[in-house]
Structures are given as C-alpha cells and as structure tokens.
Nanobody
Framework: QVQLVESGGGLVQAGGSLRLSCAASVRTFSSYTMGWFRQAPGKEREFVST????????YYTDSVKGRFTISRDNAKNSVYLQMNSLKPEDTAVYYCAAKYRGVGGRQSNGYDYWGQGTQVTVSS
C-alpha cells in the first residue's frame, strides 16, 4: 500500500511563496509518475503539475506556468511543488498523486494513489 503525505501548506499573502512537499512510503519511488492537483471550495479537483520518474518531463496547467515548479528527489522518496507569486485564486487544498509505471496525465482518474491534502490559502 502506498501512502502519500503532503506538508508545507499554510496562509500566505498574495505575491508570496510556499513549498509543498509530498513524502511517499514506497520501495521503488522512481517507478512512479507524480502529480499535484488542487481543489478549491465548490469546484472540481483540477490538475496542477506532473513530473515523470526521471524528472525528464514536467507539465503544468496554464494558470501556474512560470510561477510553480515541480521537482522530485528519488533518493528521498519525495516530490515538491515550489509556488511563487501566489494569487488568491491559488487558494485550494493541494493533493499529491502517484501513478505506477505509466503516465498519469492531467486527469485525476489517471493516478493510483492520493495523499490527504494540504491547505493553501492566499490572502489578498
């Protein structure tokens, strides 16, 4: 069973930064494509970013391009989301997701495992 634990959320003013972390309890973390999704109140869960096992490829939703950076450290079984220039519309619960031996893509049903989420609140 894979467990994903997010951390790093919090309250920040617009223009500020946060770094989310996701620690995975797996033996072969490098076999997983990792992703970040978010869900704002009253809205559906949406794709934010994904990174392949080797970090060779990263993808972002248009609204965060140039502001967010996804990265991973396979030696630490962790994936990160550096969020800069935060906006109030980035306020959401952020979820880490994992896809075993495949491309997770931009759809939430493309991932096998999910964390419990971490709240990010950006004040104006």
């Amino acid at each position: 069973q894979v467990q994903l634990v997010e951390s790093g959320g919090g309250l920040v003013q617009a223009g500020g930064s946060l770094r989310l972390s996701c620690a995975a309890s797996v033996r072969t973390f490098s076999s997983y494509t990792m992703g970040w999704f978010r869900q704002a109140p009253g809205k559906e869960r949406e794709f934010v970013s994904t990174i392949t096992w080797s970090s060779a490829s990263t993808y972002y939703t248009d609204s965060v391009k140039g502001r967010f950076t996804i990265s991973r450290d396979n030696a630490k079984n962790s994936v990160y989301l550096q969020m800069n220039s935060l906006k109030p519309e980035d306020t959401a619960v952020y979820y880490c997701a994992a896809k075993y031996r495949g491309v997770g893509g931009r759809q939430s049903n493309g991932y096998d495992y999910w964390g419990q989420g971490t709240q990010v609140t950006v004040s104006s």
